[in-house]
């Protein structure tokens, strides 16, 4: 299995700050990289669905702007640019570029 | 826009099969070509693929669930379905059904999520 680490696990930031989250690949997983944005009691919520060929980020339709994505090599960051109050959320990435997916044990996002 | 809904039992006892059933509304599960999943997640704790079925009914499995598990669709009801056998306590989690995202029958990660259903295993 691939396995995905992510860090920090948690995370203190206050809002209007720019914070990244950064997921590490055991092996390639080629663009295949999602994020996902997760409440408490709520589902996921996809973020970002895979890496363009240029190893940025695209995000879902409608997904704010300041939501942005980068690839290198095995390493992916999930980046915002400008905190929200509605961001204070867990984020997992996750692979598909082969099975099992998995996904990253999740990195929380709380308010300082 | 297509929305899922889990239902099935809250509590089953160990050894037993845990059954859920995902009911899709807003688009046909057998019409195009989808990809349909299942995830499941202990409480405070992260993510777990358990498998997926294509619409035209051929499915892939987490090889670590793949001896107790089956993922199936009934057309008729709109619906796909788990069963996962001889549940222990490590089985306790909420369970989402999923579909994947499809742009132009490129399929990429889960787009649209049920709110999930608690399963507990316990005697």
């Known amino acids: 299995d691939i396995k995905m680490t992510q860090s920090p696990s948690t995370l203190s930031a206050s809002v209007g700050d720019r914070v990244t989250i950064t997921c590490r690949a055991s092996q390639s997983v080629s663009r295949w990289l999602a994020w996902y944005q997760q409440k408490p009691g ?63 044990q999740g990195t929380k996002l709380e308010i300082k | 826009q297509v929305q899922l809904q889990e239902s099935g039992p809250g509590l089953v006892k160990p050894s037993q099969t845990l059954s859920l059933t995902c009911t899709v509304s807003g688009g046909s599960i057998s019409s195009g070509y989808e990809y349909w999943s299942w995830i499941r997640q202990p409480a405070g704790k992260g993510l777990e693929w358990i498998g997926r079925i294509y619409s035209r009914g051929s499915t892939n499995y987490n090889p670590s669930l793949e001896r107790r598990v089956s993922i199936s669709m009934d057309t008729s009801k709109n619906q796909f379905s788990l069963r996962l056998s001889s549940v222990t306590d490590a089985d306790t989690a909420v369970y989402y059904c999923a579909k994947q995202l499809n742009v132009e029958e490129f399929y990429y990660a889960m787009e649209v999520w049920g709110q999930g259903a608690t399963v507990t295993v316990s005697s």
């Open chain 1, 42 to 104: 709520k589902a996921p919520e996809l973020l970002i669905y895979k890496m363009s060929p240029e190893l940025v980020g695209v995000p879902l339709s409608g997904v704010p702007s300041r939501f942005s994505g980068t690839a290198s090599g095995t390493e992916f960051t999930l980046t915002i640019s400008s905190l929200q109050p509605d961001d204070f959320a867990t984020y997992f990435c996750q692979q598909y570029e082969s099975f099992p997916w998995t996904f990253g």
